[in-house]
């Protein structure tokens, strides 16, 4: 939304910021007279709970957080930075271990965060609670388990897509928000970035090998792989290091490792794109 920032931390917090819009951060905090207050959803586990109290009392995380917060702001903070740009109005806790990969979702008001024990967590944003564990690094199902690289939250579908690294090498996995499994795969390189389409089917990864690799997000079936040379010749265009969709999700934004910039366009959304724009100039001239 442009207004929304949310790092995470080698403290295992996720920390929600506002920027520059002072109506949304009181929205977003006057619920609640801490910052760093411990809130849980009503399908929050007992065993979660405990998992969030014992993160929050450990001394080193204690420490990082502000303690509470006046009606001018956080008691800790300094009187000149009351009115800044930038304020923090949540802090989400669960994760024992830092944090290693972070997917916002305003839509849904939902997000998941990976950390490098391979723990993945999804909060609810306004209301800064956890809901749940997505994957638990000591469960059977999460076999194999390493530390959580690049999440992708496929909107329309509720789906996330996971990619980590494993003793065994990298591999992919997609749950639904409910904590399901439904599919897990091993992949031949690491991915260094993910984007899903639209219509939340689909999932683009790009890595170190170069290539871009098109998957299912319900099955993780592959699809589709494609392989960039530069000038026309057989030379390595460089690792996918950053995939981006344009707002209109009409063309996809691929940066390399070398400072190549690749623009990818499918023509099928291209057409559905024009279907709409006809259908609405019909509709108004009605």
Known sequence: DGETV????????????VVDNADLAA??????????STNYAASTSATQQGGIAAAASDLGLGQTAPVARSEHGMTDADPS???SRLRCVRILWGHDAAIS???LSIKLDMLV??????LVLLHRLTKGELVRSLVHPDSDRAKPAGPVSI???AEESGHVVIHSQSSDGPFLRVVTLNGMLLKQIMVEQRFLD???NYTGDMVVCGGEAGTLEVYSVHDLRHLKTKRFQRHERSEFAGA?????FAPDHQYLFIGTSVGATWVCTDPRIRLEMLDIAINRTFAGMI
């Open 6 to 17: 949310v790092p995470g931390g080698a403290d295992g917090t996720c920390r929600v910021w």
């Open 27 to 36: 929205a977003l905090s006057e619920d609640s007279p801490y910052i760093d």
């Open 81 to 83: 930075a009351v009115e």
């Open 101 to 103: 990969a972070l997917a």
């Open 113 to 118: 965060s990976g950390a490098q024990n391979g």
């Open 151 to 153: 999440l992708a939250i």
């Open 194 to 196: 993910m984007a899903v």
């Open 240 to 244: 996918i290091t950053k995939l981006r």
